[in-house]
């Protein structure tokens, strides 16, 4: 019996316990067109057929014409367009049973992920490297010596390495705003193998970075209590280690995070719910106590800046967040309570 397109396409959803709307996001269409294809109101485009297929692991003959519980042919669409079961990397062998193809990155998730990471990352780099190197020219001990461009370099300096941190800042926060719109959900793909790869290249980022630090460190405390100097290079040794610390910090952190998929889909259905008002009475509490805390926090770090300069006026914004995280715990953990 030949099964219709219709059939194939409600048996490989129903596989992958996947909706129509999240087909749609997949492929790029609404839920009704799905919904359309699903009832043979409408016939899916040339592309999206191929995309189906590519999603799936099936050909486009089964698809089409065939049965994807019984294919005739191995799984290729066409000889240009390979499909999971091309990849050996993309297949899972089950104990005793036959071959399972695993979901592929149809949607250019995993590349998207790379480099928002390395533009965010390079960009916080470029602005504490900046300032790193701007110490070079500090006038006490500038490498240049007594100079009256120490102070021009210095503030040249900065303002390059802030420059530089925006050209990368905004155009990965824009291209990741992008993506989001253009992909409200994306089916998970990374294997186990993949988290625990990110999760080593995470554990060796944090190690490098506090080794890169205390190294910075002590080289400023040798300079400062052995050679009597307190200010220049040593400052900006400091500073470039740290810099190269925050970026295997940032970098492989959010390689680490973004590999959680199911967080990225829960992240955006709750931007969404928020647009639509559609917010828990909990989180609206949370928000509105934490915004509340940071604001007095910053009324009590100003005030101490300005009237107590000798004052440890940074801590009030210590503080501050600290209280904000306890309000956050307390909240969730009578979260049932306030949201009835």
């Known amino acids: 019996m030949t099964m219709t397109f219709r059939t194939n396409l409600q048996t490989l959803r129903a596989r992958r316990n996947m909706t129509q709307e999240q087909l749609a996001m997949l492929l790029g269409v609404s839920r009704q067109a799905i919904s359309k294809w699903e009832s043979e109101k409408a016939y899916p485009e040339m592309d999206k057929l191929l995309a189906i297929c590519d999603l799936f692991g099936c050909t486009l003959d089964d698809l089409v014409l065939g049965d994807v519980d019984r294919p005739a042919t191995p799984a290729r669409t066409t000889d240009a367009t390979p499909t999971v079961a091309d990849d050996p990397h993309a297949v899972e062998q089950r104990e005793g049973g036959p071959t399972t193809p695993l979901p592929k990155d149809i949607t250019g998730y995993d590349a998207h992920r790379l480099r928002f990471s390395m533009l965010i990352a390079s960009g916080v780099t470029a602005i504490i490297a900046s300032v790193g190197v701007a110490n070079l020219f500090d006038p006490e001990h500038s490498i240049i010596g007594v100079n009256p461009l120490n102070d021009f370099l210095m503030f040249v300096c900065i303002c390059v390495g802030v420059i530089i941190g925006l050209v990368l800042l905004v155009p990965g926060a824009m291209a990741h705003a992008a993506f989001r719109r253009n992909h409200p959900y994306v089916k998970d793909f990374y294997t186990e193998d993949d988290r625990r790869r990110e999760s080593r290249l995470l554990a060796c980022g944090v190690v490098a970075g506090v080794a890169a630090i205390l190294i910075g460190i002590a080289v400023v405390v040798y300079m400062d209590e052995v050679r009597e100097v307190t200010a220049g290079w040593p400052n900006a040794v400091m500073l470039l280690l740290s810099a190269a610390a925050v970026f295997g910090f940032v970098y492989c952190g959010m390689r680490y995070t973004m590999v ?33 805390i940071m604001l007095v926090a910053t009324i009590v770090g100003l005030t101490l800046l300005f009237l107590v300069p000798e004052s440890l006026f940074w801590m009030s914004w210590v503080i501050g967040g600290l209280l904000c995280a306890i309000t956050g715990i307390i909240v969730d953990l009578f979260k049932d309570h306030v949201d009835k």
């Open 260 to 292: 959680n998929i199911d967080g990225y889909n829960k992240e955006i259905e709750r931007n969404r719910r928020q647009r639509s008002g559609d917010v828990p009475r909990s989180v609206k509490l949370s928000g509105a106590l934490s915004g509340i």
